[in-house]
Structures are given as structure tokens and as C-alpha cells.
């Protein structure tokens, strides 16, 4: 699998850290674990299982230990820190920077920085960049539309219309995240973010008429830099062979990167509006996700209940 990193100048400039000591630019320092550690064994003297890719944070626990900690100990368990040279060390909380931390840092060219917020909180900004930026990922071709707060991912084959209705929902109020290519990132084990790769984030192609950008045609409220997948809608041209669902009752699932998500195949026809149909797509689904399901409600109503399938 790829490896993905996100430099210590991003980290900084999202968690609003000071750099105090960097060997060279914060953008050539790059980070490749999404765990940030809280030194505090190591301070201590125990050195197992320590994991140098990652960020050290101290804060005010550590610092007060190791301010109580004699002369000659506190260096031991610092210089063994340092010496595993992790991407960078940070201290929270607005603490001051020990003149051994410091000397250790330039001596092994560890990066220093430093935060005014609590730890907790700082933290908390950092993993959430982290898990980002480090995201296991894919790209897919198709357009990322939120609709009604939902995240809708068209797939389909190119010239089936995915850019065209992807305009008219904008035109309804909604607004486009990605058109083309659709960069998705797994960040837990039940999230994918999608985004558009940032040289081509707000623009659109349109056969017979050409590229557009739709936030300088439409404004800034008609797109959006990400949002989490919730659905997936595939289109196709309508296949009178095929029956196609039409109670709502099949489940079908499309997986991403090991999430699955409610999958819908819809046909494309002439005179058919998919604004309209993915709208619906979109209050239906989160209607399901609250636990309602209009198919059910009928079968139930019919005495049918015995005979569904989900």
C-alpha cells in the first residue's frame, strides 16, 4: 500500500504551532504516522517498544516530572528521547523550553515546537489533520454532490450524464464537492471524506460546451472543499432487459476501501430528471438511516409482511 505523509509546515500552520527549532524548512519535515505519544515511560527509563515516527508531545505532566527529576537524570531520559529521533517533539500549554530539551534537539536535529493551547485540545487538532492527511486512499471517477447534507457519489460511464445532473442540483440549491475525479480517504473505520484533488476543485466539464468553474458561475455556497460519502448512485442507460428495483426493498451495498455504503442503481433514459430522483435518493436514504422505511410501511399496511425481503 502507498505511504502518505503531511509535512510539520501543514501540522503547524492547522494546530497553530510555534516553531522554536527546525534543522532547514518545516516543509521538508514530513510526518508518516497518524499516532501522536506522550513520552511519559520514557521519561521515566523505559525505552521498549518506543515508536520514533511519531510526534512527542509534552506537556504539563511531563514537564512537571521532569522539572522534579535531578540534574543528571532528567538529561539521561531527554537525551534517550531524543536520540530516537522522532519527527518532532512539541510542548503544550505554553511551557517553556528546557535548555537541555533544546540542546538535545539541535545536537540530534529533532524539530522543536511549541503550543499555548491545553494539551488535550491541541491534540485533538493534530489527529484530526493527521488522520487526514495520512488517509489511506483511492480515486474514482465520478462527481461528489451534497445534497440535502448528504454526501452522494455518482459513479457511471463517462457521457451518462454524471456532470450534467451534478449542475442541475447545484441550480436546486445544493452543491458540488468534486467532479471527475474523486479523491477518497478512508479516516476511521466507518468514514470516507471525499474531496476533489485541489488543481481541479471547483471546475466542471461539459460536453459541447467546455470547462466551468462553477463557483465564479454559481458562488461560493454552490461547492464544497469535502464531505463524508453516504450514498452511492450508479447510473447507466436504461436496459429494457434489465428489472430494475422498484419497491426499495434490496439492499445493495457498494464497498470503498472496506466501508460500505447504500447503493443505488439508477437508469438514465430521455425526459427522466436524476435531480429530481437523487433529491429523493438523498431524503429517503437519511429517512432510512432514522429507521423508516417507506416500502415496509406499505408491505405492512397490505398484510405483506411476512413476505419481505431485505
Do not use: C
Request: glycine share 8%; charged share 20%; no cysteine.
Amino acid at each position: 500500500m502507498e505511504t502518505f505523509h503531511v509535512t510539520l509546515e501543514k501540522l503547524a500552520e492547522s494546530a497553530n504551532l510555534t516553531p522554536y527549532y527546525a534543522p532547514g524548512p518545516l516543509s521538508q519535515h514530513k510526518v508518516y504516522s497518524a499516532e501522536v505519544y506522550r513520552p511519559g515511560l520514557v521519561l521515566a527509563g523505559y525505552y521498549q517498544y518506543f515508536d520514533n515516527d511519531r510526534l512527542q508531545i509534552i506537556g504539563l505532566t511531563e514537564y512537571s516530572y521532569l522539572l522534579d527529576l535531578d540534574g543528571k537524570t532528567r538529561l539521561t531520559h531527554l537525551d534517550k528521547l531524543f536520540s530516537f529521533r522522532p519527527p518532532a517533539v512539541i510542548l503544550s500549554h505554553g511551557i517553556s523550553v528546557l535548555p537541555e530539551i533544546e540542546a538535545l534537539a539541535k545536537q540530534y536535529g529533532v524539530p522543536l515546537l511549541t503550543s499555548e493551547e491545553e494539551t488535550s485540545s491541541m491534540m485533538s487538532r493534530l489527529i484530526t489533520t493527521l488522520n487526514v492527511e495520512l488517509a489511506p486512499r483511492i480515486t474514482r471517477h465520478g462527481v461528489l454532490v451534497e445534497v440535502y447534507g448528504e454526501g452522494i457519489l455518482i459513479l457511471g460511464d463517462s457521457g451518462v450524464g454524471k456532470s450534467e445532473t451534478a449542475i442541475e442540483l447545484v441550480k436546486r440549491g445544493h452543491r458540488l464537492v468534486a467532479d471527475d475525479a474523486v479523491e477518497l480517504r478512508k479516516t476511521s473505520p466507518r468514514t470516507i471524506l471525499g474531496a476533489a484533488p485541489a488543481n481541479i476543485r471547483h471546475f466542471v466539464e461539459l460536453r459541447g460546451l467546455g470547462i466551468i468553474n462553477v463557483a465564479r458561475l454559481f458562488g461560493a455556497g454552490a461547492v464544497k472543499n469535502s464531505i463524508e460519502v453516504e450514498m452511492v448512485v450508479q447510473l447507466e442507460p436504461w436496459d429494457s432487459t434489465k428489472n430494475y428495483d422498484r419497491t426499495g426493498l434490496e439492499n445493495n451495498l457498494y464497498d470503498i476501501l472496506g466501508v460500505k455504503f447504500p447503493s443505488l442503481l439508477i437508469p438514465v433514459m430521455p425526459g427522466r430528471n436524476l435531480a429530481i430522483v437523487l433529491e429523493t435518493a438523498a431524503i429517503n436514504n437519511r429517512q432510512k438511516e432514522m429507521g423508516y422505511n417507506a416500502a415496509k410501511e406499505l408491505l405492512d399496511s397490505l398484510g405483506l409482511e411476512d413476505d419481505l425481503t431485505v
